[in-house]
């Protein structure tokens, strides 16, 4: 059995943030209700504020459902709603299988619709699959020397929990996986086709580009960094998957210093996984950048120093 959980629930622990205290394996639920459903969901970490927020942390390393966590969560909450300071956030391995770890993400948006604060975030994007699997059958003392930065891992958990700012009546987050980012750059695409989605954009100058090499389209990564949740169980049906319009963003570019471009590509690099790379040093997509920028010449202004794209991780 892989021991690498166990691990970052002790580092979680070790190295809790100032004004944070961690506890393991922690029981949200009553003991009658665990009894009544025969399942009692706990939390692999639970982090609490001083001011009393809680973070509900779930680690997903080489799970074969890895979405069974959230459904457990999300069905006791029918009967034990979750409190309004606390917030489910699962944090997956890039080991976990791409259509799992999507559905998962998809399932944060199912979480929400029903009234819960969930968010669903990577833990260590940066290392390949086969490093975590490696790692998840290390000892404990073992994994102790692999120099893991897990106030890194602690941050992340952090930084897509916590709302920036409030803006417009709305909260305003980091995206916390990269689905959300892909789906803010399709969003955006789709809604520059209209004339209202036009003229909220306007004309910008962008230097940092999010490439999706699926659909071989770009859009501006200060877009995609951010959604803004206009209150949990606010969801409208079909889901977009994200929750970033022109309409949100326009306003909220307009009056809210946290939307800032540096901190956008940040953000999407240290804790999404994504690579930076130079538009002059990738020809191909600087080829497909061309067109499609062509499209979009009356709105879309090139930095003079020349675009780079933000790609998503080869895991994704």
């Not at 979480?111 to 969930?118: D, N, V």
Request: glycine share 6%.
């Amino acid at each position: 059995m892989g021991q690498l959980a166990t691990f970052l629930q002790r580092q979680f622990q070790a190295q809790c943030p100032p004004g944070w205290q961690a506890q393991t394996e922690a029981q949200l639920l009553s003991e009658e209700l665990r009894l009544m459903l025969g399942y009692a969901p706990q939390v692999d970490v639970l982090l609490t504020s001083e001011g009393g927020r809680r973070l509900w942390i779930e680690f997903e390393i080489s799970r074969a459902d890895p979405v069974a966590n959230h459904a457990k969560f999300a069905t006791t909450h029918l009967f034990q709603p979750q409190p309004k300071t606390d917030v489910f956030v699962s944090m997956m391995t890039p080991h976990v299988a791409a259509g799992k770890r999507n559905l998962a993400a998809n399932m944060v948006q199912v979480m929400r619709y029903i009234g819960m604060q969930a968010f669903q975030t990577s833990l260590f994007p940066a290392l390949p699959a086969k490093n975590v699997q490696y790692m998840n059958h290390l000892d404990l003392l073992t994994l102790s020397l692999e120099k893991l930065n897990i106030k890194r891992e602690i941050q992340r958990a952090l930084d897509v929990a916590n709302p920036l700012a409030q803006a417009a009546g709305v909260d305003i987050h980091f995206v916390a996986n990269n689905m959300e980012a892909i789906l803010n750059l399709r969003r955006w695409n789709r809604e520059m086709a209209t004339r209202e989605g036009q003229t909220l954009w306007g004309k910008r100058t962008v230097t940092y580009f999010v490439y999706d090499p699926r659909s071989r389209l770009f859009a501006p990564s200060k877009f995609c960094a951010y959604v803004s949740i206009a209150g949990f169980s606010s969801i409208k049906l079909p889901a977009d998957g994200s929750t970033m319009s022109l309409t949100q963003y326009a306003q909220i570019d307009h009056d809210e210093p946290i939307f800032d471009g540096q901190r956008a590509r940040k953000h999407l690099l240290n804790n999404l996984g994504m690579t930076q790379i130079k538009a002059s040093d990738a020809p191909g997509i600087l080829k497909e950048f061309q067109l499609w920028v062509a499209s979009h010449r009356d709105h879309i202004g090139v930095h003079p120093v020349g675009a780079s794209f933000l790609i998503p991780p080869t895991w994704f």
